[in-house]
């Protein structure tokens, strides 16, 4: 059996990993210091093993190393805004936490590690759609960090003898994600609709986003640990562009008629349009999404309203 180590196995994305790792037999240890994850998202997974602690804790990461074969590293200080209100712990988390991780592996001799990145380390988008040599140029000490963290995986990886694939989210939702104010529009749209208060669109809804189901997600992360010879980055996402309006449309249609909509004026800064190009993770992991958004949709908007139940 193989064993996984998952760094903020008890985030979002994380334990939608953790849960299908379970579901494919993997031996599974999470570590995640709880400070925006939740326990309860691994409740139903009593199989995966969870230690609380730090990656910046360099003994207890070694420790967890033991008989590892691939490590999940997500664990990370996540968002833009945050990271402008925090940058020191951003880095900190991101950088050092990330070298931690990558030293504790190496010495441990594990042979592969597949690591969160983002598409926030392209920045400024200045053509789509969006490949992996595409300019980076993060526009906030998250993005920064994040790319930092990435070329630490890829230095190790051309240095030592294991394979690091750097996996560059577009915008994940789905299940166990939660609200947050400053957080992603799906959220926001389904924690608004279903407390019966308008969607706010910014400027004229036709800006684009690439959303993709974080099963999609968790299963790249499980063709990347699997795939010999995937090292290097490689963009995640559906591949197809979205608009604000038509995410209304589809929230209305789960939802029936009850839907009101407020228009604001644009947000400074915003980026217009996003769009992955993924033929490079279709090629080289066979990785290809198959949550179409309706679907995925409906699926968190059920979610969301069984979360308000249990508050
Ligand atoms: N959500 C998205 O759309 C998105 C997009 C691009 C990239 N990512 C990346 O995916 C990964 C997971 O993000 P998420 O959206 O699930 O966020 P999340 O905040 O839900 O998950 C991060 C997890 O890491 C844990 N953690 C944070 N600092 C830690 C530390 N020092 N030691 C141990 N655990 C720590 C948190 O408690 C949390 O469980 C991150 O690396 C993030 O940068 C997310």
């Given amino acids: 059996m193989s064993k996984a180590l998952v760094t903020g196995g008890a985030g979002f994305i994380g334990s939608n990993v953790v849960k299908l790792l379970v579901e494919e037999g993997y031996d599974t240890v999470v570590l995640d210091n709880l400070s925006s994850g939740y ?3 691994l409740e139903a997974l009593a199989k995966a093993r969870f230690v609380g602690g730090d990656i910046r804790n360099g003994d207890l990461v070694s420790k967890l190393m033991d008989g590892v074969n691939v490590v999940f590293h997500l664990a990370a200080a996540v968002g833009n805004l945050r990271s402008i209100e925090q940058p020191i712990e951003d880095s ?27 598409a926030a380390i392209f920045g400024e988008v200045k053509h789509l759609p969006i490949r992996e040599d595409h ?15 990435e070329k630490l995986c890829l230095a190790y990886s051309r240095l030592y003898e294991f394979e690091v694939a750097c ?11 939660r609200y947050d104010a400053y957080g992603n529009v799906i959220p926001i749209f389904a924690h608004r609709l279903l407390h019966g208060q308008p969607l706010v669109i910014f400027g004229d809804g036709q800006q684009t986003r690439d959303f993709v189901n974080v099963r999609d997600v968790a ?16 963009n995640i996402a559906s591949g197809t562009s979205t608009t604000i309006n038509s995410l209304v449309d589809i929230l209305r249609e789960i939802h029936g008629d009850r839907l009101a909509v407020e228009h604001a004026p644009p947000r400074k800064g915003e980026v217009r349009d996003s769009c992955a190009d993924i033929s490079a993770a ?21 979610w969301v309203k069984l979360e308000m139940r249990s508050l």
Avoid: C, H, W
Wanted: hydrophobic letters at 40%; aromatic letters at 8%; glycine letters at 8%.
């Fill in 92 to 118: 900190d988390v991101n950088v050092i936490g990330t070298v931690r991780v990558l030293e504790a592996a190496r010495k441990a001799g594990v042979k592969k590690v597949v690591f969160s990145s983002s």
């Fill in 167 to 177: 996996l560059r989210y577009f915008n994940v939702y789905g299940v166990n994600q």
């Fill in 219 to 234: 299963r790249a992360n499980i063709l990347a640990a699997t795939t010999n010879g995937a090292s290097g980055a490689f």
């Fill in 39 to 41: 326990q309860q998202n």
């Fill in 282 to 302: 279709r090629k080289n992991l066979g990785f290809e999404p198959a949550v179409d958004i309706k679907q995925g949709l409906s699926e968190y908007v059920d």
């Fill in 135 to 149: 300019p980076l140029d993060p526009e906030s000490p998250y993005g920064a960090s994040k790319m930092a963290a």
